[in-house]
């Protein structure tokens, strides 16, 4: 099985591909980036670009599913405004791609990569990287969040 795992943003946008095949032990990185799009761009414009980026990393990989965090709720609306709406462009994609659409909320990820809801970032990062083989060049924050991400999709699938 093939897994989109997104960690939502409009500036920042974490994106992995995992793959399973049956009989491997651990789920193998095919793609991850942090895509960024930049602040001088109108709002509309970076949607735009998240959008299309999206759109060509099914058209390459060809998931199954689109795994996608949930919006947690922070004191700027604004911001999680414009992740909601970025959440929209990304889901909207993925249904075109007649992708399955599988949310998970922070805690729940934590729980699926560490086993405590309550786990910190440095916790989830460490797992990451002893539960998929990954090369050291894979630092940003948002990227090992999606893969995070892509991996609590596959947690909830073998369940």
Known sequence: M?????????????IAVLDKNPGDKKETVLYSECFKTSPKLDFHQR????????EQVIQD???????????FLTTNHK?????AEARGVII?????????????SPPQI?????????ADKDQVMKM????????????????????AIALTGFAHHRN
Do not use: C, Q, W
Request: aromatic share 6%; charged share 30%; hydrophobic share 40%.
């Open 61 to 71: 990989y060809h998931p199954r599913v689109l795994a996608i965090e949930t919006i």
């Open 47 to 54: 949607l735009h670009l998240l959008g299309k980026k999206v």
């Open 110 to 118: 934590k729980v699926a990569i560490t086993g405590d809801g309550h």
């Open 79 to 83: 911001t999680v405004m414009h992740v």
């Open 92 to 104: 909207y994609e993925a249904t075109r791609g007649e992708l399955e659409i599988f949310e998970a």
């Open 128 to 147: 990451v990287k002893i539960l998929v083989k990954i090369d050291n060049t894979k630092k940003s924050d948002d990227e090992l969040d999606a893969i």
């Open 2 to 14: 093939r897994i989109l795992g997104i960690d939502p943003g409009f500036e920042r946008l974490g």
